[in-house]
Structures are given as structure tokens and as C-alpha cells.
């Protein structure tokens, strides 16, 4: 029922260039529609939400201030966590990449004797592709969400991080429960369909002991986990198995649990449009009687550690996954999730995806994007997208440039002409007549280029160009003058 | 369970790395964490009724049943609330006050009741640990008036008794309430819900899908 194949076109390091992944999703008018739908009622939402917080600006300081604070002494933080949740009855893991992490949870459930789990929805297991990887191994994974329900049945890739199967519309999410549930008369009314999830579930949620889950926030000063959702499948899953699975990126932590006054404020407004979510959940390693008997934590590091180093990209690290950036990308609007090749898409993805990928892969992603800075005024935590992507669009150049292939590239043999005749005034007067000739074959009688040949046409594929006036300014300069005597 | 400590080595290593220029010694963190900018409200602006009336609007909005009584005819409050529902099996938690136990219902008092026993209830009676008006929130500590976790997820009807001076309006000032922080939380805000199906709002997933409220004005 389940697929063992991750899906390839999530996966960074074969997924094909932004460019030529949003061309299909650009010919998928239903796509479009859908996730169009989607993002314009959560940004109506969001936006209303915000505009009655008037402290709402001194919570993103409060809250970009916590988290930069956090990154400066993640060490420090993170064995305090470590710390705190083995004297509650934690079992703290360190995982360096996906496949240690992998590993870690996979022993785990061997030591269970689990062949079956039922999980949260966490971004970070799509991340190292925790799924597959356990079917394959003879793991049943269940996932509990109802989106994630609706991607795993449908065998659908996610496209959004809070609400993953937002490009599904409800006669498309019949059609795969009816196929997958075995229930030919189900109607497409969303109350229906969700009736028919909650019927689903709920005797795996009563039978299956091992659940894994993710983690909003690791509280350094208590060692508890938060977690944050709307369904009550996280609860489920965090109270009724005898052993749970939490597997968090390394920046989660937060110093202290008075901390989360400003990120319950923040998070749900900006992720949902709701003041707040229906269910948060807040526990402290195996509490007697109330409970998982067994806790474990798989810290991830897989890349973020690296991502610290760096002063400019540091910042993505403070995300806290709201996923109000991609809500307000006109660039996702169009796309929707599955062109960014990653599970995190929009521009949270374009910025951490490539730097998980240490540039390796993705390396489109930095370019994605209009750089308008809608992203970066709704982020919670003020992380500053826009200055990320130009910093990684510079490491991607100079990486490009470099490269021995690439000395004849067109781009670049342009770029190298345009910096010999800009350097000097002469050179680049003359280039500025010539242009003016070689353009005239170009420009139309209404005074605009429509197209041009060679690598000009990739230019003028989506856009037209005014054609060069007859004059330049100095020339327009130096004749006025003569004019004038 | 062998934890590998060569990776928890590894990534602390590359973490201290990373943070080689910003990381100082534990004085200096606590004193910069002191330091950090927190100059969102703290207290809510609201007198005590309107503070109560927001939080009952709020509740309303998320669908939830409000009733409003005194301490006195509180017994009375919640069989009226009990009886509301047209159920008949209610689970509690041990600690509940006996005249809550309203007569005419089936009680599953929770002295380690079996998973299946709680999950056959219809119901479950608790009270509260605080709320928040600004959010519509009531928050859960889990101890003995509000019972175990699984006592409040499986019944499908939530009555929960909140006392007016449990109720504060921001979520700063419930912070700055709690003494030590608690093991256990949940905060619930409305029942359950979900909105991933073309974003409509669908009441009642998988936790309780009917919230009632009985706000006892106790001051």
C-alpha cells in the first residue's frame, strides 16, 4: 500500500533545475489553481491575525533576538537539553547525517521489535527520507496526519511544510481514499473525508506501540519537547505508544520554557492564520503512569553545524518552520512546492536546501526567486531571505566561474567582454555605437525588441526590450553644449 | 541502547567551531540571555469581566460550549452541561471533587483505568490548570484535578470546569504564573481541527470534537 521509493523529484541531488521543474507545474493549470487557492486564503487569515497584534513587531524582535542567541551558544544549549532529558528518563542520540540518524531510529525499533509505527508528521524525517528507508527494511510507517494520510496513500510528494498536500483538492483526495480505504461510495465533502481518515487511524493509534515524531522546540533549561498541531494525532502518538522516537534538528532548542510566550504567539498566526493552534504538547522525558515508558531523542546535525560557520547564512538556522515565507512567495504561488526539488520548498527551501547540499546540488535554488522581500517582512523571526540568496547566488557564480567547462559559456564570456569595455570610457563609448547598429536589425518599428538570437533569446523568451535610442546621454551632453555657444 | 558518543563528539566539536567568535563562558550566557530584547506586552490591558468575556468569545469561535455558573450551583452547572451532551458514559480523573460526579451518569473514575475502558467513554469531566483569553486557550498541567494525558484525548466530549481566577489574558502573564515549569503540558485551543483539505476548517479530527467550558465566577 505504501510506496518504498522516496520520491526522486524531492530529492535534492536528482531533482532537475528549478527552471525546468516549474515549467511542468506551470502546464498544470489545476496545480495552479490549487495551490493558488491555498495560499491566498492562509495569507487573508494570516494577514488579519497580525494586523490585531500591535505588539506583533517587538514579538519578531523578541523572537529573532532568542533564536540568534540560541545559534551563538548552540553547544552550550544543546548539552544542557541533553542533560535535563536523560535525568527526566531521556535517551539522548547524536546523529551527524541522515543515514547515522536512519540507522539509530532503525536499531531502536529493531530493540522494539516494532514492525510497524505510527508517526507525526516531521519535515526532518522527509528530510533524510526516514520513510523509505524503514519500509524498505520491513518497517510499516504510518503516517498520521491527514495530509501526510493523503500523500502517502496517493503516493503524492509533499509540496508545502505545514500543510503538505495543499496542491490535492478534495475530489482528488476522494479518489485516493475511495482506491486506498476501499470505500467506493465516499463523497468529497472535506468533513467526509475527514470522518473517514479519523475512522482510519483510529485503531493503529490503539494497537501500534512505537510512534516517531519531530519537534517544534527542545527546552534546554527543562529537557522537555514541544510540539505543535491541530489534529490530535500528535497526541495520540505522543501519549498512547511505549515508546516514542523524537527526531530534531540540532537548532531546535530554546533556553527556557518561559520562552515559548513569544513563539506560541508567533508561530500559529504566522503558520495557520489562527491565534492558536488547537493542540500544543509539551513533555519532559517518561513521566510515571502519563505516557511513553520509553523516550528517545535523535539530535540531527546533517549539515546545519556547517551552515553556523557562516555569518551571513547562519540565519537560516533560526527558521522555526512557519512556512509564512512560502505563503507570501509570489514565486511559490505560481509553482507550488514540487519545482524547489527538496521537502522544503518556497523561500525557506531556496535558501537552506543548497546549504544543506553544501552547493553541491540545488544550486538553481538561489535564483528562484524575484527577491522582493515579501519573505523576509513575514518571517516570525526576521530571518533576512533575500540577503541569504544573494550571498549563495555569489558562492554559486564564483563556484560556476571557475569551472574549466564552463570558460566558453556565453554567460560568462559576456560577463568577461562587459567588464573589458566597462573598464575604460573609450571602449565603452564605441560599444555603445556599435550596439546601437547591430540593435537596429532587431528593433521593431514600435521602437521594441521582441527577439532576439543566440543566448539573447533566453531573454527575450518572457520579456521584451526597448531598443537603444539613437542617442546616448553623453552624446545628448556635449551637443546641447554646442548647441548652446 | 549503545549511544554513540564519537558522533555527539563530532557535532559538538563542529558546533563550537561554528561558533568559535559568539560563544563565551556561562556567565556571559546567562547575562546575554538576560540582555535579550522583550519589549512585547507582558500584561494584558483588559479589567477582569472583559477579560472573561473575551476568553468566552474566543472559546465561542473555536466552537466550543460556554456555561457560566457560581461555585455553589456548580455541581448543578455541570450535570445541566452533562446531560446537555446526551451521553451517558463519563470518565474522570481520580482527584475530582465527588459532588462534580454528577448522579444519573456512568462514572469511570481513573484509578489506572485500562486503555479500552477510557476509550469506551462517551465523556470526560477535568479541570483546568489556567486559560488564556487573548487565545481562547485552556492549558492542561495534567495533575490530579485534570487527569492523565489519554484521559482528555480518547472520550469524545471534553466538559472541562474553569475556575474565573485561573483565567489571565496574555500568554506572558500565564508564564509569569507558573512557579516551576511543568512536566507535563498541553494547551488546547478549540477542538480539534484541520484545514488540509482545501483549507476548510473541519472540526474534530481525532482529539475530543466537542469542547464544553463551565466557567465558575469564583471571585
Known amino acids: 500500500m505504501t510506496t518504498a521509493q522516496p520520491h526522486a523529484e524531492l530529492d535534492p541531488r536528482f531533482a532537475p533545475p528549478f527552471p525546468q521543474a516549474a515549467l511542468t507545474v506551470l502546464r498544470n493549470p489545476q496545480l495552479r489553481r490549487n495551490v493558488a487557492h491555498a495560499v491566498d486564503i492562509i495569507q487573508a487569515k494570516r494577514g488579519r491575525l497580525v494586523a490585531e497584534k500591535d505588539d506583533w513587531q517587538q514579538l519578531r524582535s523578541a523572537a529573532s533576538a532568542i533564536r540568534s542567541h540560541v545559534l551563538e551558544s548552540l553547544g552550550a544549549y544543546l548539552e544542557e537539553f541533553e542533560v535535563r532529558c536523560t535525568a527526566a528518563g531521556g535517551i539522548v542520540h547524536w546523529a551527524t547525517d541522515g543515514e547515522e540518524a536512519r540507522r539509530i531510529i532503525l536499531d531502536i525499533l529493531r530493540q522494539e521489535q516494532a514492525s510497524e509505527v505510527i508517526k507525526i508528521k516531521t519535515m526532518t524525517s522527509a528530510e533524510i527520507q526516514l520513510n523509505p528507508f524503514l519500509e524498505s527494511n520491513g518497517v510499516r510507517v504510518h503516517e498520521t496526519d491527514l495530509a501526510e494520510i493523503i500523500l502517502q496513500l496517493g503516493e503524492e510528494p509533499p509540496s508545502h511544510i505545514v500543510v503538505p498536500a495543499l496542491h490535492v483538492n478534495r475530489s482528488q483526495v476522494r479518489e485516493i481514499f475511495a482506491r486506498k480505504m476501499g470505500l467506493p461510495e465516499l463523497s468529497d465533502d472535506p468533513q467526509i473525508l475527514t470522518a473517514a481518515a479519523r475512522r482510519y487511524l483510529r485503531e493503529k493509534f490503539l494497537t501500534i506501540p512505537t510512534a516517531i515524531g519531530g519537534a517544534n522546540y527542545l527546552i534546554a533549561e527543562t529537557g522537555s519537547v514541544a510540539v505543535v498541531e491541530s489534529e490530535g494525532n500528535g497526541r495520540m502518538c505522543l501519549t498512547l505508544p511505549r515508546t516514542l522516537i523524537t527526531l530534531a534538528g540540532i537548532e531546535k532548542v530554546l533556553p527556557r520554557f518561559d520562552d515559548l510566550e513569544v513563539f506560541l504567539q508567533l508561530l500559529a498566526r504566522s503558520a495557520t492564520g489562527e491565534r492558536m493552534n488547537p493542540y500544543t504538547s509539551l513533555w519532559t522525558g517518561t513521566v510515571k503512569g502519563d505516557g511513553p515508558e520509553r523516550f528517545h531523542v535523535v539530535l540531527l546535525d546533517n549539515g546545519r553545524s556547517r551552515i553556523l560557520r557562516r555569518p551571513v547564512e547562519r540565519q537560516t538556522l533560526k527558521c522555526i518552520r512557519c512556512a509564512a515565507c512560502m505563503n507570501s512567495c509570489p514565486v511559490y504561488r505560481q509553482t507550488g512546492g514540487h519545482a524547489y526539488g527538496s521537502v522544503y520548498p518556497g523561500p525557506i527551501g531556496a535558501i537552506l536546501t543548497p546549504q544543506l547540499q553544501q552547493l553541491q546540488h540545488a544550486q538553481s535554488l538561489p535564483f528562484a526567486s524575484s527577491l522582493c522581500g515579501a519573505c523576509y517582512e513575514v518571517c516570525p523571526v526576521k530571518i533576512n531571505i533575500p540577503e541569504v540568496l544573494l550571498e549563495l547566488r555569489s558562492q554559486v557564480t564564483r563556484q560556476e566561474r571557475s569551472q574549466a567547462r564552463r570558460f566558453f559559456d556565453p554567460l560568462y564570456l559576456g560577463l568577461r567582454l562587459a567588464n573589458f569595455l566597462f573598464a575604460s570610457p573609450r571602449r565603452f563609448h564605441l560599444a555603445q555605437r556599435l550596439g546601437r547598429i547591430g540593435a537596429r536589425l532587431f528593433t521593431r518599428k514600435d521602437g521594441w525588441i521582441h527577439s532576439l538570437p543566440s543566448v539573447g533569446g533566453k531573454w527575450t523568451l518572457t520579456r521584451d526590450l526597448r531598443g537603444l535610442p539613437d542617442e546616448t546621454f553623453h552624446e545628448w551632453w556635449a551637443n546641447r553644449k554646442k548647441e548652446a555657444r | ?219
Open chain 2, 1 to 219: 541502547m549503545t549511544v554513540s558518543s564519537s558522533s555527539r563528539e563530532a557535532i559538538l566539536a563542529a558546533i563550537r567551531m561554528g561558533t568559535a567568535t559568539t560563544a563565551k563562558e556561562a556567565g556571559w550566557l546567562h547575562e546575554a540571555y538576560q540582555g535579550l530584547p522583550r519589549t512585547y506586552h507582558h500584561a494584558g490591558s483588559l479589567e477582569s469581566e472583559a477579560c472573561l468575556s473575551l476568553l468566552v468569545e474566543r472559546l465561542r469561535e473555536y466552537g466550543a460550549e460556554i456555561a457560566e455558573t457560581t461555585p455553589q450551583a456548580l455541581p448543578d452547572a455541570i450535570a445541566a452541561q452533562l446531560a446537555s451532551t446526551g451521553k451517558r458514559r463519563f470518565a474522570a480523573p481520580a482527584a475530582l471533587s465527588s459532588d462534580w460526579l454528577a448522579p444519573g451518569f456512568e462514572w469511570h473514575v481513573d484509578n489506572d483505568l485500562p486503555t479500552d475502558e477510557i476509550e469506551h467513554c462517551e465523556g470526560v469531566l477535568t479541570g483546568a490548570a489556567a486559560a488564556i483569553a487573548d487565545s481562547g486557550t485552556i492549558v492542561l498541567h495534567h495533575g490530579p484535578q485534570e487527569g492523565r494525558r489519554l484521559l482528555t484525548l480518547l472520550p469524545d466530549i471534553h466538559v472541562c470546569v474553569l475556575l474565573a481566577s485561573q483565567v489571565v489574558e496574555t500568554l506572558p502573564e500565564y508564564f509569569r504564573q507558573c512557579i516551576a515549569p511543568p512536566e507535563l503540558v498541553t494547551w488546547i485551543s478549540g477542538p480539534s481541527a484541520t484545514a488540509d483539505i482545501e483549507m476548510t476548517r473541519i472540526k474534530g479530527v481525532h482529539g475530543p470534537r466537542s469542547l464544553h467550558v463551565i466557567l465558575v465566577h469564583d471571585n
